[in-house]
Antibody, heavy 117, light 107 residues
Framework: QVQLQESGPGLVKPSETLSLTCTVS????????WSWIRQPPGKGLEWIGYVYNGRTNYNPSLRSRVTILLETSRNQFSLKLSSVTAADTAVYYC????????????WGQGALVTVSS | DIQMTQSPSSLSASVGDRVTITCRASLLINNYLAWIQQKPGKAPKSLIY???TLQSGVPSRFSGSGSGTDFTLTISSLQPEDFATYYCQQYNTYPPTFGGGTRVEIK
């Protein structure tokens, strides 16, 4: 059974960099696409970007601030979002998909990140 | 970006009721449509992909239909564990986008 678990600081100061890690268990990280998705409180879901074997694709709305990296040896992938503001406060989810035009088939539980001084 | 519009945004229903949720895409999405269930504090769960194909292990009371821009999720007989928020999502065009969600509450 594939499981994904997000981890990282729950509180980040404005203008700093948000960093999260998703640990994948129950399957190989190498054969799949791995995305980050977020949900601000009371709002809808927003896709942030994906990584696959080192290749990335980011939402144009966030591209200038986002980096997603794959750490194959640890079966993890990470998210960095720079220059955060209160608008970046959200629950951040990691998710798996089998290809570019495939649905998300497994999700993590989500990690709440609050941007506040 | 393709806009996904869900209706209703919330509904109240009783156990055993038939429930229908609709989703409309702002452009054609070639049936690249998924339905996702979300419960508070839990990982979102993929229910349906390709508009009508059930993910492995999803009960048969869930079904999806539609094509082009208009899609429907139906729960044939609502069970206590089905009270949740449901989202549609298109993966035909990047960036993938989601509907605003439909909260299914106990009547």
């Amino acid at each position: 059974q594939v499981q994904l678990q997000e981890s990282g600081p729950g509180l980040v100061k404005p203008s700093e960099t948000l960093s999260l890690t998703c640990t994948v268990s129950g399957g190989s990280i190498s054969r799949y696409y791995w995305s980050w998705i977020r949900q601000p409180p009371g709002k809808g879901l927003e896709w942030i970007g994906y990584v696959y074997n080192g290749r990335t694709n980011y939402n144009p709305s966030l591209r200038s601030r986002v980096t997603i990296l794959l750490e194959t040896s640890r079966n993890q992938f990470s998210l960095k979002l720079s220059s955060v503001t209160a608008a970046d406060t959200a629950v951040y989810y990691c998710a798996r998909h089998s290809g570019i035009y495939f649905p998300f088939d497994y999700w993590g539980q989500g990690a709440l990140v609050t941007v506040s001084s | 970006d393709i806009q996904m519009t869900q209706s209703p945004s919330s509904l109240s229903a009783s156990v055993g009721d038939r429930v229908t949720i609709t989703c409309r895409a702002s452009l054609l999405i070639n049936n690249y449509l998924a339905w996702i269930q979300q419960k508070p504090g839990k990982a979102p769960k993929s229910l349906i992909y390709a508009a009508s194909t059930l993910q492995s292990g999803v009960p048969s009371r869930f079904s999806g239909s539609g094509s082009g821009t208009d899609f429907t999720l139906t729960i044939s007989s609502l069970q206590p564990e089905d009270f949740a928020t449901y989202y549609c999502q298109q993966y035909n065009t990047y960036p993938p986008t989601f509907g605003g969600g439909t909260r299914v509450e106990i009547k």
